[in-house]
């Protein structure tokens, strides 16, 4: 059955309200992320670092395009926020040579503006839609005869005057970001040529991205200490960016201006982020599971009341990394805290969650 996200905060309101409240450690973008991002942001797959195994495949398909004179095949990019979706558009339009233009699912509210974006491509050019899951089902169809035969219908008149015409557009790629492929209709998501999972990013690699950052922002790090931001950042580039960013400001006011691991542990202790990269979000989701429902199983819906967050948020951006690391399980009846999670809180472990577990 064709599935749709549930009505949520849409991204711009949720960003509103996390520029005013900014959660250190989490993987959505907020306000200076946008200016460190696009100072920071590789913009050549040579300059890529991690996603190894989908960058090699990247190039083969840009170099068979361009050879061709084609576009790409249309690509699905998925997997949590921070992890480089807009990134990876963004170089391969330049890896094309064509133009990128972007949008985001909720903003093309009606047919006619998914119309004037297509008629504005030029050829091979690539149009991003991020959050893809969130355009509405009307606009979501009228983007199937684009896909697949570069045209778009237009209905004219009414009743029995009603007739479609077909205008053409030019050849494109479409790249549909979104947090979960499964959020995507069967019929729009068949019609990608090829998705990439992204995945978090190894300790190893997310070190190599601060130490470029650090490069480029002309700060001298320590390897350890790169190594230690590495490990804080949820497998995350843009919180590893973001928190490299932020012991630069207490390594230039209260050290010698370099970073080495002892200001990366005065300033992770300052901002309240754990060895694990856990903030206080991440604990107190936690400790709910663990102390009011007694370890779990609790459904995610109740956990997100608890924790006063849409479910969306729960699911796309706190829960990935906890799940992915041990800290939490799914079961078929709601999530639990693992033994990983009580040891990490220093609380004993109750055992009963062992038979629950379902990996
Ligand atoms: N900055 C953010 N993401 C990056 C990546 N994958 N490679 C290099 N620099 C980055």
């Known amino acids: ?78 997997g949590p926020p921070g992890l480089g979706k807009t990134t990876l558009a963004q170089i391969l339009a330049h890896e094309m040579g064509v133009e990128l233009h972007m949008t985001n699912g909720p903003v093309v509210e009606h047919k006619g503006a998914l119309a004037g974006l297509l008629t504005k491509l030029g050829r091979n050019d690539i149009l991003f839609i991020d959050e893809i899951h969130r355009l509405n089902a009307v606009v979501e169809e009228s983007l199937y005869p684009a896909m697949e035969d570069f045209r778009i219908d237009v209905m004219t008149g009414d009743g029995a005057f009603a007739s479609s015409i077909q205008i053409p557009v030019e050849p494109f790629t479409l790249v549909g ?35 470029r950052s650090a490069r480029l922002l002309g700060v001298e790090i320590a390897a350890g200490a790169a190594m230690t931001i590495a490990r804080r950042s949820r497998g995350t580039p843009r919180i590893a960016n973001r928190l490299l960013s932020r012991v630069r400001d207490f390594a230039e006011v209260l050290g010698t201006g370099k970073i080495d691991e002892t200001i990366v542990q005065t ?32 459904g995610v819906e109740t956990l997100a009341a608890a924790l006063g967050e849409p479910r969306d948020t729960v699911e796309d951006v706190y829960e990935p ?30 055992g009963k969650q062992r038979d629950l577990f379902d990996p």
Not at 280 to 287: A, G, H, N, T, V
Not at 325 to 331: D, K, M, N, S, V
Request: hydrophobic share 35%; no cysteine.
């Open 177 to 211: 970001a979104t947090t979960r492929t499964g959020l995507l209709t069967a019929p729009l998501q068949s019609r990608f040529g090829q998705t990439i999972r992204l995945d978090f990013y190894s300790e190893q690699d997310l070190a190599k991205i601060v130490q």
């Open 1 to 78: 059955m064709a599935k749709r996200s549930e009505p949520s905060e849409p991204k711009q309101e949720r960003r509103a309200r996390e520029e005013r409240e900014p959660r250190q450690v989490s993987a959505e973008a907020q306000a200076d992320d946008v200016r460190i991002d696009r100072s920071l942001r590789p913009k050549t797959l040579d300059d890529y670092i991690g996603q190894a195994r989908h960058k090699e495949n990247l190039r083969v398909f840009v170099e068979a395009a361009r050879r061709r004179g084609e576009p790409l095949h249309h690509l699905l990019l998925s």
């Open 267 to 298: 300033s992770s202790e300052r901002l309240d982020i754990d060895a694990a990269g856990f903030d206080e979000m991440d604990r107190r989701l936690l400790r709910i599971i663990i102390e009011d429902y007694d370890g779990g199983p609790v």
């Open 321 to 350: 990394y906890l799940l992915q690391q041990g800290y939490l399980g799914r079961t078929p009846r709601g999530r639990i805290a693992t033994r990983r999670a009580y040891e990490h809180l220093k609380l004993p472990f109750a």
